[in-house]
């Protein structure tokens, strides 16, 4: 058995909100993903991925910000890491 | 650098400020594109951390003459002003068919200047079609505070660029966006040039102030953008306002009371 990992960034921290960024890593090596390959998600949202048969094993927390830095922004927020297994 | 270049609008500068770049399309002459990649080729004699641009490049070698092209030349001194120093510069070329792309990232180290940009030049001497592995950009990226290529996880984002742009192109960009050189799957070596410029001088009001009160600014300010969430896109306008505020020397600027609001209290010392 080998992992597909599909990396999802979302609007909000609800996993059916809409997919902002995505990454595709392919354990199967069929094929070869890379930066910048596509202006298209693969889903609309998080649960989309889900109905796909996409199994989540890890989301973003909900950290507070750090004082003092409450309005610097950095790394996409809501990020959700999906498998599937072949 | 003494030039009588055309010096971009508060517009135009205020576009930048949310896009964190400005492009200009076939700007450099044909003859001078017919050049380059000969020259590119052969190499730009180095230059150490900071050279003044008159000693970086002498009168009438090529890279003079491109920073001199009118359009360049103004654009680059409405952002970083007279007397910029060269930071750096590099050739940049994609092999045909090479493996992968570079992972996104930021150039140089985490910079969290709230009052003072660097900006990069970048120079497309031949068209760059789609398959060519154009550079990739993320428009409104610039003020995200991460370093380097710790942003490589990322591959495709909404509203990302992937630039196709015909030959004597030039981009310039602020330091921070996000990028990275794309996967070239084409049978063409695909060539860039790379001039990084520092400001020697306040980045107070460089550019052609005659529209600062253009309804247009805060609109350019404003904007959102697709790959961005909905409310760290507010926190984006939050930091472009206060960019802005350093830029004009005005701190009083605000856009829909976002900086004015949470500023706000009464009675009380800073």
Known sequence: ?86 | MTTTAPLLSSVEVARFVANGFHRMDAVVPAELNEQAIGVLDAGIPHVPYGTPVAKAFEEGSFARRLIEVPAVAGAIRSLVGPDPTVDHHAVHIREPHEGSAQPLHGDAIIDTRADAFDVQLMYYPQEVTGTMGGTLSVPGSHLRRTNESDTGRYQNLRGQTRLTCPAGTVVLLHHGIWHGGRRNDSDIRRYMFKIRFNPTVPQVRLWDVADLDDPRIPQELSRYFPWCEHATARLEIFNRIKLWRALTGDASFDIDYWATRVANRPGRAA
Do not use: C, I
């Not at chain 1, 199967?28 to 094993?57: N, Q, V």
């Open chain 1, 1 to 86: 058995m080998k992992q597909q990992v599909l990396v999802l960034y979302l609007n909000t921290s609800a996993l059916d909100s809409e997919v902002l960024a995505w990454a595709f890593y392919d354990g199967t090596g069929k094929t070869d993903p890379t930066t910048g390959d596509s202006d298209l998600p693969p889903y609309d949202s998080g649960t989309e991925a889900l109905r796909d048969g996409w199994r989540l094993f890890q989301a973003s927390q909900l950290l507070p910000p750090y004082p003092g830095h409450e309005y610097d922004t950095s790394f996409m927020k809501h990020e959700f890491f999906f498998e599937k297994l072949e």
